[in-house]
């Protein structure tokens, strides 16, 4: 499996529904199991962004399929970043010419 970093800020309508905001969590990880995603963990945040949580799906293109279903619900903008640990780094630099 996968990890993903999201990050993400409230649009208008987030912001305006934000006392709902660890209710919606509840739907991404509902989402996320019908499309094969599980969120492993979920912060609210201070600064740039207003939430960040970390997920693990089979591959990017079920990731991305995921993802746009949460942008299509209007409460986030989010950018994904795909997560490497320790172990998968280092098969990757064990490839390096």
Do not use: C, H
Not at 4 to 32: C, E, H, N, P, Q
Not at 68 to 74: I, M, N, P, Q
């Amino acid at each position: 499996m996968a990890n993903y970093i999201v990050l993400a800020s409230f649009t208008d309508k987030g912001i305006k529904g934000v006392r709902d905001t660890a209710k919606r969590s509840d739907g991404v990880r509902k989402m996320g199991k019908k499309a094969g995603v599980t969120l492993k963990d979920m912060y609210w945040t201070l600064g740039a962004y207003d939430v960040v949580a970390v997920f693990e799906a089979p591959n990017d293109e079920t990731m991305t399929a995921f993802m746009l279903s949460v942008a299509e619900e209007g409460f986030a903008r989010t950018q994904t970043l795909r997560a490497f640990p320790e172990s998968e780094m280092k098969k990757i630099l064990s490839k390096m010419v």
